[in-house]
């Protein structure tokens, strides 16, 4: 068995040589890899960036600094395709999803990592078989189960099945429910504690880092989610931000060229996540850290 | 002494957790009153009754439900017909259908083992005591964040022939680039560079590994003299063979789905019908898509998705069973 060691602060590679010179030299030699691979991570987004500030003259051009800068471009955008409507629409999938998919998910994951019930392995192997199934093989059969339901065109096929809980952060929650001391539940047995409480007040609080991870990856899943808007709807009052990309892409951005514009608004789209991300990344990467995606 | 890898016995990568279930069940106090359920089980039922639900709706029986679809002809409207095997003769002489297979496992045949690499060298350079580990830990996460549709309308700009971005840096060393979006050989090619840019989450994840990696072995390691390449061959490599492992999986199933980045960078809309210059991105899923949603050939679409399920069980398997030589774990479960 693999010992967790939750590690974060433990530097796992020595200091490697006893020249300072080569010490020195190696040093250099990492920080300009690092710079070179950051780079390239970045400089397309700040790119991104400066495009989304040019005036639709220069849009093709190839300076990194707009000249003049076009702030209007986050004004038009707006008057262009109904973003604010599409933001909402997004915001109610995403929150919606979030908050379904880690209450049921945490619940399952709890249940398999911590309580004794016939079949509970059984349960455990179909959790994994759904992870590794593609999804496109249950695409069509699932449509027709909200065409049924008469659910097609609104928003609810996008979220609600997260209520069922999803494969993935069952798995992932598992791990953390069986690091967790067993003798802090038999406590609160003795303490006349019943499952539901134990779960709700001991269990849930302790791995508040990898509900937030949880929390996160959906957040990402279902704002950037593509493929699912395009299957279920049709209405354009319940359109989504990706979808108000692709307007631009197909109608403004090959029709007319306005790239700035759509630069601009993929930035708008993106700034939320950035945001979420920087606000939470310390607990969100401990979170993965310690997952025990290794075992 | 040098630190060397075990074989081991079995090779299901996600099953070796079961090891420690064992510890934390050992100190049960509750266990099962006269014939009836425990209270435990009970509660244990109800915890796990919405992923049952689920299960049994969701993907249980729409499973057996494109299986059987997949034997007819259904366009929605009318009632399913039965048509036996039609559908899978029929991607025997779907010119589209070998271009997109085609499509599929080239793509994966060249991301799955460029990303890898790529990602694990990024991880074990940010692993060498680097000051500023949030700075380029974000900077390394940032395309992630970014929705798919805006990094592909990006990239198809980057990757423009005249005037892109990664052309006008290739001109800089007097090399001429290729057109990478028109040019339907460059296409796939122009698809992993796009896709390589967001493989952060994996950084993420073998960054994780690394950290668990004992110090005492490296140290071990150290005074038996091994240099650093030793070192990472023997210790680190071993020690974080199951997430590789786990990764390539992963991986290798991503990519055998791609969907959204040649949707979003090469629209039908643009090609005359065809995904990317002469159907260069038309993809797996992508394909499945429009037999499905846009052709209402659901019983087609069926059939394509279970063969997608066949060769994406057949490939874990051949994975799984390549992965018992090189994969080591203390509890020798991958």
Known sequence: MIPSVSSSNQTSTPVIGNSPMLYVVGRIVLYAALLLFTAFFILPFVWLISNSLKDAAHAFDANWLPQPIEWANYVRIFQEVPLLQMARNSLIVAVMGVLAVVLSSSMIAYSLARLQFPGSNLVFLAVLGTMLLPSAVTLVPVYLIWKQLGLVNTLYPLWLGNLFGSSFYIFMLRQFFLNIPQDLIEAARVDGANYYRIYWQIMLPLVRPALLSVAIFEFQAKWNDVMTPLIYIQNPDLRMLPLGLQIFVQHLGYGQFRWELLFAASVLVTLPMILIFFLAQKQFIEGIATTGIKG | ?334
Do not use: C
Request: hydrophobic share 50%; aromatic share 14%.
């Open chain 2, 1 to 334: 002494m040098i630190y060397k890898p075990k074989r081991n016995r079995r090779s299901i990568p996600l099953l070796r957790v079961e090891a420690s279930e064992n510890t934390s069940k050992i100190t049960r106090t509750s266990g099962v009153r006269g014939s009836r359920l425990s209270e435990e089980a009970r509660a244990g039922l109800v915890f796990v009754s919405p992923f049952l639900l689920g299960f049994v709706i969701f993907t249980a029986g729409p499973l057996l439900f494109s299986l059987y679809l997949s034997f007819t002809a259904y366009d929605v409207l009318n009632p399913p017909k039965w048509i036996g095997l039609a559908n899978y003769q029929r991607m025997f002489s779907d010119v589209r259908f070998s271009k997109t297979l085609f499509n599929t496992v080239y793509f994966t045949l060249l991301h799955v083992p460029t990303a890898i690499p790529i990602a694990l060298g990024l991880a074990l350079l940010l692993n060498a005591n680097v000051r500023g580990l949030s700075f380029w830990r974000t900077a390394f996460y940032l395309p992630q964040i970014t929705p798919v549709v805006a990094a592909g309308v990006l990239w198809l700009r980057i990757l423009s022939p005249q005037d892109g971005l990664l052309n006008e840096s290739l001109a800089l060393f007097g090399i001429a680039g290729p057109k990478w979006t028109i040019d339907a050989q460059w296409v796939k090619p122009a698809l992993v560079i796009m896709k390589s840019w967001s493989l952060g989450w994996m950084v993420i994840v073998y960054l994780a590994a690394l950290k668990q990696v004992p110090r005492d072995l490296y140290e071990a390691a150290i005074v038996d003299g091994a240099n650093a390449f030793e070192r990472f061959w023997h210790v680190t490599l071993p020690m974080i063979s199951s997430v590789l492992f786990f990764t390539l999986v992963m991986l290798t199933i991503f990519s055998l789905n791609v969907f959204t980045e040649p949707m979003v960078m090469f629209p039908p809309q643009v090609f005359g019908g065809q995904m990317g210059p002469q159907d260069s991105a038309l993809f797996y899923v992508l394909y499945l898509f429009d037999q499905a949603f846009g052709k209402f050939n659901m019983g087609y679409a069926s059939a394509l998705a279970w063969v997608l399920f066949l060769i994406s069980i057949v490939i874990v398997i051949i994975q799984t069973r390549g992965a018992r030589r090189f994969v080591y774990t203390e509890s020798g479960k991958v």
